[in-house]
């Protein structure tokens, strides 16, 4: 929901394993049966210590996209893991003992939860409380870090300003801290026309002394959030298509003047870093083996079509559909991941529950506890899409028998950089 920078120790071992969680690719194989429902409300039954906040609130949002209502049970959890001051960590083995809002709770699992609060529906007083808290510990500049205190990261930026979108608000105007805004403080990680060709348009995580360096997990991120989105975006239009316009460095500086304008422009760099790599982006953390990620590819999707660039969004998306992606071993009964393909089969106008032969809702439903009510049209749908041999993905999926593919997250988020996350 995989970056290209330096690591600093501050990230932590939460971070670092919460990243692996959520985006390291694995070899291929195919969509094994659902998964048995684990007890209690949590999604998934892999250790939640790293992404237990993420992974649920990625599978809310996903749901919400496929018109499931989780069950009551599972909301309560997710509602039962906020601190008293509205903020979240990763996970709470015991949700008794007070959080140390220094050190306990972080700036991405907050705005992952609000937003899988807001697909989950009733729960006003959780979401106000969290964006309460994500406005106390915002940064002078406007952005926020991955902890209270931690500088700006755009990376946490992203997720942020996806969180107050999600609950109905403009962040540029509701978010603002000491006149500065957070979509201005995420542009500040944009690299321009003074950056090697490839990278113009890019967004970095940090922005230190070593300067600017691009990230594909930050520029997937940005791209959602320059365009005041959160994980939820909706399907692309299939009568409209809009070109992908890199960032254009004839004129004058060339550096992007608006938020519209960093947002075509980190479209471009991905469009092309896609294109160049065959269809998915490579991982940007220093040492993470040079193979495909499947996580940012997700997220690039998202970013694409919130973009309303179909042709550009569905590239990515025909790779992750394909059996030698290797997605369906890299999703496989992980929640967050799961949900992130469902989210991306969404924004590009496909179907998640026909995606290369596969039902990708049942299968993220089945990680969790029985859903308490599901949009039965939805699987009328499905019916027809299979029978459309002309429109979409249809054909080219069934036929094929492609395997699917990776939250994220960037949303963002979100994998991410610490990843509770893609």
């Given at each position: 929901?995989?970056?290209?920078?330096?690591?600093?120790?501050?990230?932590g071992?939460?971070a670092?394993?919460?990243a692996v969680v959520?985006?390291?690719?694995?070899?291929?194989?195919?969509?094994?049966?659902?998964?048995?429902s684990?007890?209690?409300?949590?999604y998934?039954?892999?250790?939640p210590?790293?992404?237990?906040?993420?992974?649920?609130?990625?599978?809310?949002?996903?749901q919400?996209?496929?018109?499931?209502?989780?069950?009551?049970?599972?909301?309560?959890?997710?509602?039962?893991?906020?601190?008293?001051?509205?903020?979240?960590?990763a996970?709470?083995?015991?949700v008794?003992?007070?959080?140390d809002?220094?050190?306990?709770?972080?700036?991405?699992?907050?705005a992952?939860?609000?937003?899988g609060?807001?697909?989950?529906g009733?729960?006003?007083?959780?979401?106000?409380?969290?964006?309460?808290?994500?406005?106390?510990h915002?940064?002078?500049?406007?952005?926020?870090?991955?902890?209270?205190?931690?500088?700006?990261?755009?990376n946490?930026?992203?997720?942020a300003?996806?969180?107050?979108?999600?609950?109905?608000?403009?962040?540029?105007?509701?978010?603002?801290?000491?006149?500065?805004?957070?979509?201005?403080?995420l542009r500040?990680?944009?690299?321009?026309?003074d950056?090697?060709?490839?990278?113009?348009?890019a967004f970095?995580?940090?922005?230190?002394?070593?300067?600017?360096?691009?990230?594909?997990?930050?520029s997937?991120?940005?791209?959602?959030?320059?365009?005041?989105?959160?994980?939820l975006v909706?399907?692309?239009?299939?009568?409209?298509?809009?070109?992908?316009?890199?960032?254009?460095?004839e004129?004058?500086?060339?550096?992007?003047?608006?938020?519209?304008?960093?947002?075509?422009?980190?479209?471009?760099?991905?469009?092309?870093?896609l294109?160049?790599?065959?269809?998915?982006?490579?991982?940007?953390?220093?040492?993470?083996?040079?193979?495909p990620d499947?996580?940012?590819?997700?997220?690039a999707?998202?970013?694409?079509?919130a973009?309303?660039?179909?042709?550009?969004?569905e590239?990515?998306?025909?790779?992750l559909?394909?059996?030698?992606?290797?997605?369906?071993a890299?999703a496989?009964?992980?929640?967050?991941?799961?949900?992130?393909?469902?989210?991306?089969?969404?924004?590009?106008?496909?179907?998640?529950?026909a995606?290369?032969?596969?039902?990708l809702v049942?299968q993220?439903t089945?990680?969790?506890?029985?859903?308490?009510?599901?949009?039965?049209?939805?699987d009328?749908?499905?019916?027809?899409?299979?029978k459309?041999?002309?429109?979409?993905?249809?054909?080219?999926?069934?036929?094929?028998?492609?395997?699917?593919?990776?939250?994220g997250?960037?949303?963002?988020?979100?994998?991410?950089?610490k990843?509770?996350?893609l």
């Amino acid at each position: 929901m995989a970056p290209s920078f330096a690591v600093p120790a501050r990230r932590g071992a939460a971070a670092l394993a919460a990243a692996v969680v959520l985006s390291a690719a694995m070899a291929p194989a195919a969509f094994a049966d659902a998964s048995p429902s684990p007890a209690g409300g949590l999604y998934g039954t892999t250790d939640p210590k790293f992404d237990g906040v993420f992974r649920q609130s990625l599978a809310f949002v996903a749901q919400g996209a496929a018109g499931v209502r989780p069950a009551k049970s599972a909301v309560d959890w997710l509602a039962g893991q906020q601190c008293a001051d509205g903020g979240f960590a990763a996970y709470r083995a015991d949700v008794s003992k007070a959080c140390d809002p220094q050190k306990d709770e972080f700036t991405d699992a907050t705005a992952a939860a609000v937003q899988g609060l807001v697909a989950a529906g009733g729960q006003g007083d959780a979401v106000k409380k969290g964006l309460d808290r994500l406005k106390a510990h915002q940064n002078a500049d406007g952005g926020w870090g991955y902890q209270a205190g931690s500088p700006t990261d755009a990376n946490s930026t992203s997720i942020a300003i996806g969180a107050f979108a999600a609950a109905g608000q403009d962040p540029a105007k509701d978010a603002v801290k000491d006149g500065k805004n957070p979509v201005d403080a995420l542009r500040a990680f944009q690299l321009g026309c003074d950056a090697k060709e490839g990278e113009r348009g890019a967004f970095s995580y940090l922005k230190d002394k070593d300067g600017l360096r691009a990230d594909n997990l930050a520029s997937a991120a940005a791209g959602l959030a320059t365009r005041g989105k959160g994980f939820l975006v909706g399907p692309v239009k299939r009568d409209a298509d809009e070109p992908v316009k890199p960032l254009s460095c004839e004129d004058g500086d060339g550096a992007p003047k608006d938020a519209a304008a960093a947002a075509e422009a980190v479209d471009g760099y991905l469009a092309a870093v896609l294109d160049k790599n065959g269809g998915y982006l490579l991982p940007s953390m220093p040492g993470a083996p040079a193979k495909p990620d499947q996580g940012s590819t997700a997220d690039a999707v998202l970013a694409l079509a919130a973009g309303g660039h179909r042709t550009a969004a569905e590239k990515p998306l025909k790779w992750l559909a394909s059996k030698e992606s290797g997605t369906a071993a890299w999703a496989d009964k992980n929640p967050g991941k799961l949900a992130k393909l469902v989210l991306a089969a969404h924004a590009a106008g496909a179907d998640p529950r026909a995606f290369g032969g596969a039902d990708l809702v049942a299968q993220l439903t089945a990680t969790g506890p029985k859903p308490e009510a599901a949009d039965t049209a939805a699987d009328e749908k499905k019916d027809e899409k299979k029978k459309d041999d002309d429109k979409g993905f249809g054909t080219w999926w069934v036929v094929g028998v492609f395997f699917v593919a990776s939250v994220g997250a960037g949303f963002l988020i979100s994998g991410r950089k610490k990843k509770q996350q893609l």
